[in-house]
């Protein structure tokens, strides 16, 4: 496709289960990032992928997350043990320069 | 520590008028600055960017404004219209290679009544 993809848009899992987000950037990007949307908050940074260089995981909030990104294209948000301080929508972005990233609709996470 | 900072939640301009909306920054090593709006249920769309070696662009009914020495910079939409009501995201970049990064502030949101 054209834009960032994001699976799934909705998701809504008991509390203490694992969850995985996934991405599909913009073909070409070599930068991709997630973000979350806290209800009432701003765009919250978790990481970022830079091509072949090591992420930047300074944003994720616990060691309950990990992010990986296979093959410099698709990338996967895990959150293990979820917790309802979790719930937010969950976005990834791409760009092939940090200029005019392009974000994806978000997946909505709900932790019942 | 809050690098990007959109200090008021919310704007509310007549349909036609000007609308300012304003940010300011802690971190003079940023490198460009940005815009991105976003209306519910959907991602952030990016709107317009400013390098900081410049103190204007201009794009359309937008144009955003750097004044670096006040760490300040603002998007003007002339003439407001109601489809600009959207949450409006100011955004900071360091080129550092590996360890770049868009800081996003908090968010604005602007309504603009018919």
């Known amino acids: 496709g054209a834009g960032v993809s994001q699976s799934p848009s909705n998701k809504v899992t008991e509390k203490g289960k694992d969850v995985e987000l996934r991405c599909d950037p913009i073909?070409?990007?070599?930068?991709l990032y997630w973000y979350r949307q806290s209800l009432g908050q701003g765009l919250e940074f978790l990481i970022y992928?830079?091509?072949?260089?090591?992420?930047?995981k300074s944003g994720l909030p616990s060691d309950r997350f990990s992010a990986e990104r296979t093959g410099g294209s698709v990338s996967t948000l895990t959150i293990q043990r979820t917790q309802q301080e979790d719930s937010a929508v969950y976005f990834c972005?791409?760009?092939?320069?940090?200029?005019?990233?392009?974000f994806g609709q978000g997946t909505r996470l709900t932790v019942v | 520590d809050q690098q990007v900072k959109q200090n008021s939640p919310s704007l509310s301009v007549q349909e036609g008028r000007i609308s300012i909306l304003n940010c300011d920054y802690t971190?003079?090593?940023?490198?460009?600055f940005l815009w991105y709006k976003k209306y519910p249920a959907e991602g952030p769309t990016f709107l317009i960017s400013?390098?900081?070696?410049?103190d204007k662009n201009e794009d359309g009914r937008f144009t955003v404004f750097l004044n670096k020495s006040a760490k300040h910079l603002s998007l003007h939409i002339v003439p407001s219209q109601p489809g600009d009501s959207a949450v409006y995201f100011c955004?900071?970049?360091?080129?550092?290679?590996?360890?770049?990064?868009?800081?996003f502030g908090k968010g604005i949101t602007l309504s603009v009544r018919p």
């Open positions: 972005a791409s760009s092939l320069a940090g200029v005019g990233a392009f």
């Open positions: 073909s070409g990007h070599t930068a």
């Open positions: 992928f830079q091509g072949n260089s090591a992420p930047d």
């Open positions: 971190n003079s090593m940023f490198d460009y």
């Open positions: 400013i390098s900081s070696i410049k």
């Open positions: 955004a900071a970049l360091r080129e550092t290679g590996a360890n770049s990064k868009l800081t």
